[in-house]
């Protein structure tokens, strides 16, 4: 699964946040050590916070362009409501043919979809829209990939143009979470960080540390208002 390449914090933030002066060894770590917990926090929340390009028109003759912020995504249904990866600026919810793998029909909203949260920026799922003639609840497709989204997938704040604030903290708590446990380790060398060394070990030490688990349930909360 592909992630954003953003790095949520900077090492003048961290060492702001930790409000002491950091040693070479640390300086030289964080510059591994930020990037490596900006992707484990992606991978963990399945999703990215990156600031992906809006200024570069999507092109369904070229949807790989790396220049280009919105992606697509296949989704499989069979349901009335499909979960999604949390995305914005949806531009467009196609049906897939499972044969060849062609578009056969583009949905409109809100006439024939909705996505949810209605009143939130980020969307997390897509709701099919009652049928008006019969009355019955319509249905994605039921094939695997028969669903198509385009969109921004990225929880980036593009209204305050910024990372959302608690991951920016976390970020910057994480770093320092590594850092104090490893006060007295040898700087980390770029082979440990190809060879996922840091990513195991942050499984290990961070996945249960208590502000992790808050940001956590603060994101998995449902808000009454936002229903």
Same mark, same amino acid.
């Given at each position: 699964?592909? /992630?954003? &390449?953003?790095?949520?914090?900077?090492?003048?933030?961290?060492?702001? /946040? %930790?409000?002491?002066?950091?040693?070479? #060894?640390?300086?030289?770590?964080?510059?591994?050590?930020?990037?490596?917990?900006?992707?484990?926090?992606?991978?963990?929340?399945?999703?990215?916070?990156?600031?992906?390009?809006?200024?570069? $028109?999507?092109?369904?003759? #070229?949807?790989? +362009?790396?220049?280009?912020?919105? !992606?697509?995504?296949?989704?499989?249904?069979?349901?009335?409501?499909?979960?999604?990866?949390?995305?914005?600026?949806?531009?467009?919810?196609?049906?897939?043919?499972?044969?060849?793998?062609?578009?056969? /029909?583009?949905?409109?909203?809100?006439?024939? /979809?909705? =996505?949810?949260?209605?009143?939130?920026?980020?969307?997390?799922?897509?709701?099919?829209?009652?049928?008006?003639?019969?009355? &019955?609840?319509?249905?994605?497709?039921?094939?695997? &990939?028969?669903?198509?989204?385009? =969109?921004?997938?990225?929880?980036?704040?593009?209204? #305050?143009?910024?990372?959302?604030?608690?991951?920016?903290?976390?970020? &910057?708590?994480?770093?320092?979470?590594?850092? !104090?446990?490893? !006060? +007295?380790?040898? $700087?980390?060398?770029?082979?440990?960080?190809?060879?996922?060394?840091?990513?195991?070990?942050?499984?290990? %030490? %961070? =996945?249960?540390?208590?502000?992790?688990?808050?940001?956590?349930?603060?994101?998995?909360?449902?808000?009454?208002?936002?229903?």
């Amino acid at each position: 699964m592909d /992630y954003g &390449n953003d790095n949520y914090t900077t090492t003048s933030a961290v060492q702001a /946040y %930790l409000d002491r002066t950091l040693t070479t #060894n640390e300086l030289t770590d964080l510059a591994y050590i930020i990037p490596a917990v900006s992707r484990w926090i992606d991978r963990t929340l399945g999703t990215t916070f990156s600031n992906l390009p809006t200024n570069v $028109p999507f092109d369904p003759n #070229n949807p790989s +362009n790396a220049a280009c912020g919105w !992606q697509q995504k296949h989704l499989a249904g069979g349901w009335q409501e499909i979960n999604i990866r949390p995305c914005q600026q949806i531009l467009l919810v196609q049906a897939i043919n499972p044969y060849d793998f062609s578009v056969f /029909y583009t949905f409109s909203t809100p006439l024939e /979809y909705t =996505a949810e949260p209605y009143d939130l920026p980020v969307k997390t799922s897509l709701r099919m829209k009652m049928n008006e003639f019969t009355g &019955n609840d319509l249905k994605w497709g039921s094939d695997v &990939n028969s669903t198509l989204v385009t =969109a921004l997938f990225t929880e980036y704040d593009y209204v #305050n143009g910024c990372y959302p604030y608690d991951i920016v903290l976390l970020t &910057n708590h994480l770093c320092g979470v590594w850092l !104090q446990n490893n !006060q +007295n380790a040898e $700087p980390i060398q770029r082979e440990a960080v190809e060879g996922h060394m840091v990513i195991k070990r942050m499984d290990d %030490l %961070l =996945a249960s540390d208590p502000m992790f688990t808050r940001v956590i349930q603060s994101r998995e909360e449902v808000w009454l208002e936002d229903m």
